[in-house]
T-cell receptor
């Protein structure tokens, strides 16, 4: 079955430090991969997505992620954390074929940014 | 634009009661979704729909029902509420499916079953 696993339910970084949030996927068909962000008491917003083509994708607010098929990973990074980045981040997967309307989320990683 | 509107925002149910969570979108999106969010579990897909008249089960459909008689509305029905259904429920919509267009989320319904 297709799924995503986020390593680390809670990540804490200092302001200005590198942000690295980990996501691994399992899929028997080519995946489309996404990162969504949820700010407190809100719904989710799309940060970035990988569909086909370039494996390094850039999103909003300085975030980027790299699709690595050999490692089945799609880790999210940002070179320098800002206080406003504190939120919960979700990796998600859908499929190139089959149930293409279905979007499956990981467990989420809460990012804390310390001053 | 209102986007995706969920009602009610909060609800407390007694065990065995039933209720309908309402979701409506004014963006003419074909795809609609219901997720539940529990601490440490992320979002779990309950049901989704790729167009009016078409619904399909997600990861955790048991205890829920949906219908999609119009493009705009996608209500979620809970029959015989149980404490395990205490959660935050999110409705979302997408114009062309997640591969091609992002999901737009409502602000959620916080449900407590006691």
């Amino acid at each position: 079955a297709q799924s995503v696993t986020q390593l680390g339910s809670h990540v804490s970084v200092s302001e200005g430090a590198l942000v690295l949030l980990r996501c691994n996927y399992s899929s028997s068909v080519p995946p489309y991969l996404f990162w969504y962000v949820q700010y407190p008491n809100q719904g989710l917003q799309l940060l970035l997505k990988y569909t086909t083509g370039a494996t390094l994708v850039k999103g909003i607010n300085g975030f980027e992620a790299e699709f690595k098929k050999s490692e089945t990973s799609f880790h999210l990074t940002k070179p320098s954390a800002h206080m406003s980045d504190a939120a919960e981040y979700f990796c998600a997967v859908t499929f190139l074929s089959g149930n293409t309307g279905k979007l499956i989320f990981g467990q989420g990683t809460t990012l804390q940014v310390k001053p | 634009n209102a986007g995706v509107t969920q009602t009610p925002k909060f609800r407390i149910l007694k065990i065995g009661q039933s209720m309908t969570l309402q979701c409506t979108q004014d963006m003419n999106h074909n795809y609609m979704y219901w997720y539940r969010q529990d601490p440490g579990m992320g979002l779990k897909l309950i049901y989704y729909s790729v167009g009016a008249g078409i619904t399909d089960k997600g990861e955790v459909p048991n205890g829920y029902n949906v219908s999609r008689s119009t493009t705009e509305d996608f209500p979620l029905r809970l029959e015989l509420a149980a404490p395990s259904q205490t959660s935050v429920y999110f409705c979302a919509s997408s114009s062309q499916g997640p591969q091609a267009s992002p999901l737009h989320f409502g602000n959620g319904t916080r449900l407590t079953v006691t």
